[in-house]
């Protein structure tokens, strides 16, 4: 379900990012951790940034916001309005930093400093960025807390980090981001290690804060649950690169890339209850020695050799809206099951487990390949 609000379409970016890369040196050779990533944010709209752990979608984020370290390398275009952000020593991003674009970061307990009170670290947050008295920054720490639906946040704000629950530090984090009301928030997996209750609500209060400060978001994410119920765009990262881009509807359901196409595949499905998950066979490549050609290719069931030779640009799919890095995305286009691609074949799987359960409601679904038998050495005769 999509969430696009009338009217941005026109809007005039808040964000732009045009071939981004990223390189850190090392002992073992260069880091090419991001690789021509670009796009745009537009108010109020929400793009999703997905992909294995590795595919670069953090570095993206932190090079926006000017958190790399000073030994990282990079090149391509960061506008915020109309100011560039790539250059800018760590002392001018201060004034764009939590102001212009701010940054929810994935542990918040990494992010609160556990020796002041909450409504200290908020109202120092805003004085940090206004003029104004000890008193007055106060009152809008507590009008922060309130906007995320923390209760009583009075009360709160004199406690200390320890004292609040997961979700509720989380919410902290996210009044603290939103609290010098910024054109642009950047969540980086926002959600992760809370139950998805909180997960939800965690999500229902960004969607409703983007329609109270008028900001657009950029959600960083590996939960395509929460990318199919979320945002208007995603953008499917793998090898430091984009690969596939696009309306999310259009991504999830007429995927053009063999790797988004894996992805969707290894979800749980309710209806393969009792079949073993589909994962996509092998592992990321590393980022020092990315492989000639499609960085995926080594794990695609349909790389052929040019896709182990020549690494296909970014191209226009069906719709131009929609772009994807394959060189045989008409192929995979012209499969009327494309998921079948990363299908093996099963050993031991149930062929109804649901049969079982209504048969014995109290007896658990086990799931046996085949009998192991743990053996011992031998030993030999004692002395």
């Not at 964000?15 to 850190?24: A, Q, Y």
């Not at 609160?112 to 003029?131: C, F, K, M, S």
């Not at 978001?217 to 690969?243: E, F």
């Amino acid at each position: 379900m999509s969430h696009a609000i009338p009217g941005t379409a026109g809007a005039d970016p808040v964000l732009s990012v045009e071939n981004l890369s990223v390189t850190f040196p090392t002992d073992d050779g260069n880091v090419q951790a991001v690789r021509g990533v670009s796009y745009q944010l537009r108010p109020r709209e929400v793009l999703g940034i997905v992909g294995e752990s590795g595919s670069g979608k953090s570095v993206s984020s932190m090079a926006v916001m000017g958190l790399l370290p000073n030994s990282a390398k990079i090149t391509g275009s960061i506008r915020y309005r109309d100011r560039e952000l790539v250059g800018l020593s760590y002392k001018q991003m201060q004034s764009v930093r939590n102001n212009g674009v701010a940054m929810i970061f994935q542990d918040p307990m990494t992010s609160l400093n556990p020796v002041y009170t909450i409504g200290w670290q908020l109202a120092e947050a805003y004085r940090a960025h206004h003029d104004v008295s000890k008193k007055t920054a106060w009152a809008k720490a507590i009008d922060a807390l309130e906007l995320v639906g923390i209760p009583q946040p009075d009360k709160r704000a004199a406690q200390y980090p320890h004292e609040f629950s997961g979700g509720m530090r989380q919410r902290v984090v996210i009044a603290m981001a939103i609290i010098n009301d910024p054109d642009v928030i950047i969540a980086d997996e926002p959600t992760t290690a809370l139950d998805v209750t909180v997960q939800a609500q965690i999500l229902e209060t960004l969607l409703r804060l983007r329609d109270e400060v008028d900001a657009g978001i950029v959600m960083i994410t590996h939960d395509l649950g929460v990318v199919a119920g979320m945002v208007d765009r995603v953008q499917v990262m793998y090898g430091g690169t984009v690969v596939e881009s696009g309306p999310v509807e259009e991504v999830f359901e007429l995927p053009r890339m063999p790797y988004t196409v894996g992805l969707l595949g290894s979800l749980p499905n309710p209806a393969a209850l009792g079949k073993r998950l589909t994962p996509i066979t092998g592992a990321p490549p590393s980022l020092i020695n990315l492989p000639t050609g499609c960085a995926f290719s080594p794990r695609c069931p349909l790389a052929i050799d040019e896709c182990r030779t020549v690494e296909p640009n970014l191209l226009a799919a069906e719709r131009g809206d929609h772009s994807t890095r394959c060189h045989r995305w008409q192929h995979l286009a012209s499969l009327s099951q494309p998921q079948k691609l990363f299908e093996h074949e099963e050993i031991g799987t149930i062929e109804n487990p649901a049969a079982l359960v209504e048969a014995d409601p109290d007896m658990p679904i086990v799931e046996e390949a085949h009998t192991m038998e743990l053996r011992l050495p031998q030993e030999g005769p004692h002395a």
